[in-house]
C-alpha cells in the first residue's frame, strides 16, 4: 500500500505541476489500525519515510501518539500536530492549488 500511495500523490501533484520537493503534506493517523495505540507494521511510518525522501515537509496529526521517535526500521523524529477538533465542514471539489488524494485501505483507486 505505501507505494501506490506515493504513486497517487506524485499523479496528484503531477496533474497540477506541483513537484514532491517542498511540497507540504499531512498525514492523518499513523497508528497500524483505527483506535488503538500500535504503530507497528504501520503503514504510514513508510509512507511519511517516502515522501520525507522525495523532499516533501510531512507533519502528522493521531491523538494516540504525541511523538514518533525511533522504531527498528523508523528514525522520524517527528511532532504531532495537534489540535482539538478535525472538522470538515465543507465537501470539497478540487481546489487548483491543493493536491488531495483519497487512498483508502480498499482497492478503490480515487483522486479527487
Do not use: H
Request: net charge positive.
Amino acid at each position: 500500500m505505501p507505494y501506490f500511495v506515493l504513486e497517487q500523490v506524485a499523479a496528484a501533484l503531477n496533474e497540477r505541476g506541483k513537484a514532491f520537493k517542498d511540497s507540504k503534506m499531512l498525514i492523518l493517523g499513523v497508528a497500524y489500525k483505527r483506535d488503538i495505540d500500535d504503530l507497528r507494521e504501520s503503514p504510514s511510518l513508510t509512507i511519511i519515510e517516502l515522501l520525507r525522501k522525495r523532499g516533501a515537509v510531512v507533519s502528522y496529526n493521531d491523538p494516540y501518539f504525541p511523538t514518533v521517535g525511533r522504531g527498528r526500521k523508523y528514525e522520524l523524529n517527528m511532532t504531532c500536530v495537534r489540535s482539538n477538533t478535525l472538522s470538515n465542514t465543507t465537501p470539497w471539489s478540487l481546489s487548483p492549488t491543493t493536491p488531495v488524494t483519497n487512498t483508502p485501505a480498499s482497492s478503490t483507486k480515487r483522486s479527487l
